[in-house]
């Protein structure tokens, strides 16, 4: 993980459609090929898009899952799922197809503060935002450390069911302690993610390794609750977001998240007291930055993973 | 209508292959070196767009509408797909004119290329403060007035009524030497009149369209998919309508006018000129391809090689076909 805050400049250019392999129902691994990428850091995304003829018109905010260099192209994966006209065009593009990629976009996850033993929590797709990052803490942690350092990184998969778990055996090949949750208890333990999230932070203190930082991604209803569990047990927490946007560089202001405002009748001296982009102040945040809620009940239920992401 | 219908291909004193001019005059002394500019509320304030192109190439750059005080914008949701094209909902999220002069400006600045500040107010006052403080900085080669925003809620569109329009027109006219454009929306029976009006209490150029109200709902949950239930539409979707509306504004005027809606190819910048816009502005395509203007601008150049237009400024308002005498509406 950067320990600085900058960032490459991102780049806009035509990427070639190597491979698409179908992990769950629905939900598909997307290789891509460029020529050149600059450096990508954990959390950090692309904006993609299908089409070149206007409809639909706007790119689709994708977290990179993978970044390799192969026989002189950079080669990076994507996890998506298909919900909606955009990304079931995508998941019709083949081998050889040529796509628009800019990117990488936006702030990457900062590192855990010296000392934390960081967890990470994925939902659906959701889990697919942590890799890179899963990546680069066991490097460092194995760096820091020596081979032991895995047993430090626990990771949580929640899905709806068993074929939905999703990329256990990566996180597993990396040497993470991967736990699963699924709603109907198909595979691991039966509930929400969040709920196992509880149980490992309580375990942790009990066996007295407790988890000093929470990275969080998923649905909106699932990151308020893991921010809540934190909060109670005095964890930090950072969320990884969605937001509908149109550009990911920060002019469309589509992506506009409410802040936690001490004093909501205090005059406003920037808008950003009031509101962050997800694609620029973001996608990670602080969870108790923000002021959750703002997303009311109906409209996340019905949206799902994805949220208001055009689709 | 201006402009009568010539003959096709190369024109007298054209030769093709060699460097046609560019330049248009935009009203109030303003010549800009090429029609293509930047819509207000696509392209930040400019200095977000450095890492993507040289923005010293463009016409001009309009920024992001300045309100008096900083402005936080609406709550999500925001922004949706729609066909071809997107709904807003931002509602003016603005730093301020305070904090534009200060910080944006200056980091704009740094380009060669002319800033057109856009101002939104929510009362007539407020219009003329922002025009004024604006006017009074150095950097800013013209005033683009916003005068029909979609998404205020509580706060009249100034640019749907003629009486409004004419309040916001006496009060900032006297505040700026600078040109001043004024920017029309296009939820209006007919454009023309307020064109007319614009011309008559001393706007130095016409810009329009502005965002067209418009609603999407998600059908699973039934609520509308921007916050505010009504929204901007922008995007390819909308050039037709406004296509349609600034041929309809210049053929009412006598000073420029700058057609804006959807552009985001040559050929669509073309059509606006050909209608009888002196400029143009890119807007949404922005967001999609960050050097969409730069594309476009080097597809006009090829066009005008191409066919031996000496001057682009030649074909503005030479459209074939259109009626002859536009009926007016109400």
């Given amino acids: ?311 | 209508m201006k402009g009568t219908p010539r003959a096709k291909g190369p024109r007298r004193g054209g030769t093709p292959g060699r460097t046609p001019d560019l330049r248009v005059a935009i009203g109030g002394g303003l010549t800009l070196r090429n029609p293509v500019m930047t819509a207000s509320g696509t392209f930040g304030y400019g200095d977000e767009f450095s890492a993507h192109l040289d923005l010293a190439r463009l016409g001009a750059v309009v920024v992001k509408s300045i309100s008096l005080h900083p402005r936080p914008g609406n709550p999500p949701e925001r922004l949706c797909e729609t066909p071809s094209g997107m709904i807003n909902s931002i509602g003016i999220m603005s730093v301020g004119v305070e904090a534009f002069l200060r910080e944006k400006l200056p980091a704009l600045r740094r380009h060669d290329v002319p800033v057109v500040a856009s101002v939104f107010g929510t009362s007539v006052e407020e219009f003329a403060e922002v025009t004024r403080r604006l006017s009074d900085a150095e950097g800013i080669a013209a005033i683009e007035l916003n005068i029909g925003c979609p998404n205020i809620r509580k706060a009249k569109i100034f640019g749907t009524d003629l009486g409004l329009t004419r309040e916001v027109m006496e009060a900032t006219r006297p505040a700026t030497r600078l040109p001043l454009v004024l920017k029309l929306t296009p939820a209006v029976m007919d454009v023309r009149p307020f064109a007319r009006l614009g011309e008559e209490t001393g706007a130095d150029a016409i810009a329009l369209i502005n965002s067209i109200p418009a609603m999407a709902i998600d059908v699973r949950t039934r609520r509308c998919r921007v916050s505010t239930g009504i929204g901007g539409l922008s995007g390819p979707a909308i050039r037709p309508v406004a296509l349609r509306m600034v041929w309809e504004a210049a053929s009412a005027v006598r000073i420029p006018v700058i057609g804006i809606g959807g552009i985001a190819t040559a050929e669509d910048a073309l059509e606006f000129l050909i209608a009888g816009a002196a400029a143009v502005q890119v807007g949404t395509i922005n967001f999609v391809r960050p050097r969409a203007t730069i594309e476009i601008l080097e597809g006009l150049e090829a066009f005008c090689r191409e066919r031996g237009i000496a001057r682009i400024c030649e074909i503005v308002g030479t459209v074939r076909g259109a009626p002859a005498g536009p009926e007016e509406g109400s």
């Fill in chain 1, 1 to 311: 993980v950067s320990s600085t805050r900058e960032t490459a400049v991102p780049l806009h250019q035509p990427a070639r459609v190597e491979g698409q392999r179908r992990l769950a129902p629905g939900t598909y691994l997307l290789r891509l090929s460029v020529p050149q990428f600059p450096e990508t850091h954990p959390g950090q995304f692309v904006m993609l898009r299908v089409t070149d003829a206007g409809d639909p018109l706007l790119g689709r905010a994708m977290a990179v899952y993978r970044v390799a260099r192969r026989r002189g192209r950079v080669v990076i994966e994507i996890v998506y799922r298909m919900i909606g006209r955009g990304t079931r065009l995508l998941a019709e593009a083949a081998p050889g197809r040529t796509l628009w990629l800019l990117g990488p976009l936006g702030r990457p996850f900062p590192p855990p503060p010296a000392g934390a033993r960081p967890l990470l929590a994925g939902g659906g797709t959701g889990i697919a935002s942590l890799h890179l990052l899963a990546v680069r803490l066991l490097a460092r942690g194995r760096k820091a450390k020596g081979p032991r350092a895995a047993e430090a990184l626990t990771v949580l998969v929640g899905a709806r069911t068993r074929r939905e778990v999703l990329c256990r055996a990566d996180f597993a090949a990396l040497g993470a302690r991967v736990l699963v949750a699924t709603d109907d208890g198909t595979q691991g333990k039966r509930g929400f993610v969040t709920a196992l999230l509880e149980e490992t932070l309580t375990e942790g203190e009990r066996r007295g390794r407790p988890t000093g930082i929470v990275y969080a991604c998923g649905p909106m209803p699932m990151m308020e609750a893991a921010w809540r569990i934190c909060e109670r047990a005095g964890v930090a927490c950072r969320v990884s977001l969605e937001g509908p946007m149109a550009c990911g560089f920060g002019v469309c202001l589509g992506c506009a998240v409410p802040c936690r405002v001490a004093d909501p009748q205090a005059p406003v001296r920037s808008p950003r007291d009031r509101f962050k982009l997800v694609c620029t102040d973001g996608p990670v945040f602080d969870a108790s930055a923000l002021a959750w809620g703002w997303d009311s009940p109906d409209r996340s239920a019905a949206a799902g993973p994805g949220g208001g992401t055009p689709a």
